[in-house]
């Protein structure tokens, strides 16, 4: 393999951990030196340093170790070096050389860090910041995601995205925010901006909103790792037990929703035999935990009693539409969104017919709130083509597919589109 070759496998090996580790890397980081920003500048140098070594060193057995063992390194370096170095950090360095060996270790177990993960979290869902502060910045450093990815679930432009992580972060060093899970009197009014955290980083894994593959269930796999440590620590919050009831089913679903090459599979034509009985079942209990906390079901338990109806079915045809139209307007009164709507008008198609259907649509159109969501055009030509109007449909069609961001959604629609082509 030529030099060029080794540094470029090297680079998509460095990406790979970045994106896979970069959430427990610089969580940790942030507790070690407790500071947010200064994390972040050591976990990019240590990427820098992976960059340069690797190619001739090789990709180490435990990549995430390496970096942190580096990065948290030069923050030793850089504290001694200091030229007035106070005796907060000098005791700080010390202890971190102490300990800062075991990094090292190839046996090194990562999942050692997955609070810092949780900390994270709550320490970017600060109270000096506001909700889309809070989420957006979570969704950058705790979840891993691109501010084009975060851009795309919040269907808002990626400049703003970018301008909120940075005002977040400043606010953050101003207030000089403690790296710790808040005490109990605050916990609460965090918990809601975690969990909209978690629900968003798994929707990103559910389904992808950029790149070649379809989904990403690693993404998913941390958001529902780290909602089940979070029902551990607070087993009295109804929504928490939802939201993982949620998760455990939809990912319940993972096996079937793509073939051994990636194509996606929609939930209409999934080998329902490929579905995960197991987490079906963590799922369910997971909603009964949720029930008898009894509360009544907040958004996330509503949206964990549609995935129930479609884990119930043996087939598609076998599921409950007419309830999960019901389920769907609770939702939209409990937390009203477009999305929702959009989501109801679909449900609705299954139960009574297209044509009442793409009423609601119409008016989600004329409303322009989804102007650029390309699950709207998607769900409008369904319905046109299901109501014989071939020709529109197409166009809407060929319209989702402009907007798509992944690739892989991108190819279904265009072939949908070209199969009315082929009709006509």
Known sequence: MTDEAVREETRKAVDAVWRIESAKIVATLTRTVGDLDLAEDLAAQALLEAVEQWPATG???????????VATRRAIDGWRRRERLDERYAHFARELENDASHFDDVS??????????????????????????????????????TTEEIAKAFLTPTATVQQ?????????TAS???????????????????????????????A???????MRADLSAEALRLA???AELVPG??????????MELTASRFGARTTSTGEPILLADQDRTRWDRLQISRGLAALERADAVGRGRGPYGLQAAIAECHARAATFDDTDWKKIVILYEALAQLAPSPVVDLNHAAAVSMAYGPGPALEFVD???????LADYHLLPSVRGELLSQLGRSEEARTELLEAARLAGNERERAVLVAKADALLSDQ
Request: glycine share 8%; proline share 4%.
């Open 59 to 69: 990709v180490p057995r435990n990549p995430a170790a390496w970096l942190t063992s």
């Open 108 to 145: 090194w177990d990562p999942d050692r860090i997955d609070d810092d993960v949780l900390r994270l979290m709550f320490i970017a869902c600060h109270p000096v910041l506001n909700r889309k502060a809070q989420v957006a910045l979570t969704l950058r450093i705790g979840g891993g995601l």
């Open 164 to 172: 909120r992580i940075v005002r977040a972060k400043k606010a953050l």
């Open 176 to 206: 000089k925010a403690v790296f710790e899970v808040p005490g109990r009197e605050e916990f609460s009014s965090r918990l809601s901006a975690v969990l909209g955290v978690l629900y968003l980083v798994f929707n990103e894994g559910y």
């Open 208 to 214: 992808a909103s950029s790149g070649d593959e379809w």
């Open 228 to 230: 089940r440590i979070l």
């Open 237 to 246: 919050e109804s929504e928490v037990h939802g939201l993982v009831a949620l």
């Open 363 to 369: 008016k989600l159109v004329a409303s322009g709130e």
